[in-house]
Every structure is written in C-alpha cells, then in structure tokens.
C-alpha cells in the first residue's frame, strides 16, 4: 500500500476539530492563522500544542515573540476563521473583510471578541515534525464563554449538533 497526501488529508478530515485562530503582535498590529491542529498536552503544568507549516508566517513570528493566543472559535466566526486560512490576506483588512475584533491582555496580546475560549500562551518549546513545527506552550490565562464552537469536518464547516446520551 503506498500514502499519498491527498489520501492522508482525507483520512485526517474524518476527525472532527474544533477551529482555533493564533493570534500573535507584531509591532503593534495583530497577525494570526486558522489552525485546527491543536489539543491539550498537560494539566500540570498546563502545556498545549499548536502545528504550524513552516512555510506560514505566523510560523516565523511565534518564534520571535514567543508569546501568543489562541482562540476556540464560536460557530457565528466561521468567515474570521476562512479570512485567517487563506494565505493571502492581510492583516490589515480582518475587521473590515471578516468582522475580527481584538482587545489586548496585560501582556499586550491579542483577544478576539466573541471567541468561545481564549488561551494566553508563553512559548515552552518547539519541536520539528515534517513540514510543520510543534510549538507547545505554557497557559498563563484563560477566559471562557457560553456558545457551541465551530467544527470543521471533512474539509466543511459544520454546526455542533444534539448531545449523545
């Protein structure tokens, strides 16, 4: 049996995630990126991880902040989450093309408004996986609010559905 990517993406696209933007300053100005690979790593010290593609340049700036946010994103984002996935855009236009509002914590980083979770991570490590970094981060801060989070499902965004009992 030989892998291709395309095969491997498909496989990857039968888990659900939840949609999380990273949220980086630079100089004054919020840049950021659609991820999905995130998860939890410890609660003792509380530690997650974020992939990000080497090629990205959020990638470039996590390194040199090292301290960053991450939030859970809510099911009305979805057209803040298809602004920050396209590699394009500029960060310039997320308010006026996507609606993203930020506030700024202590530290001075960026809060979107409205976000289900929001996470303030100080970078702990990098790890190199293939094309992509692991940054795993310890959780300073965090702020939660009611809401159903966005989903992205076999390459569509979906809506959370009715609970299992």
Same mark, same amino acid.
């Given at each position: 049996m030989s892998l291709n990517s395309a095969?491997?993406?498909r496989a990857m696209g039968c888990f659900a995630t939840g949609v999380t933007i990273i949220t980086v300053d630079l100089?004054?100005?919020? /840049? @950021?990126?659609?991820?999905?690979?995130? =998860?939890?790593?410890? !609660?003792?010290p509380p530690l997650l991880l974020v992939c990000v593609d080497r090629s990205a340049s959020t990638h470039a700036h996590l390194h040199a902040r090292k301290r960053f946010g991450i939030s859970?994103?809510?099911?009305?984002?979805r057209a803040i989450s298809e602004f920050y996935a396209n590699p394009a855009r500029t960060h310039e236009r997320?308010?006026?093309e996507a609606g993203a509002r930020f506030d700024r914590t202590? /530290? @001075?980083?960026?809060?979107?408004?409205? =976000?289900?979770?929001? !996470?303030?991570?100080?970078?702990?490590s990098v790890e190199q996986a293939g094309d992509h970094s692991i940054f795993i981060a310890e959780v300073e801060d965090v702020m939660v609010r009611d809401g159903d989070p966005l989903?992205?499902?076999?390459?569509?965004?979906?809506?959370?559905?009715?609970?299992?009992?």
């Open positions: 095969e491997f993406r100089d004054g100005e919020v /840049h @950021g990126m659609t991820a999905n690979a995130f =998860s939890s790593v410890s !609660l003792d859970v994103l809510g099911e009305d984002q997320a308010e006026s202590s /530290h @001075g980083t960026p809060v979107l408004r409205g =976000s289900l979770a929001y !996470l303030e991570c100080c970078l702990h989903i992205f499902f076999r390459g569509k965004y979906r809506k959370f559905g009715n609970e299992v009992e």
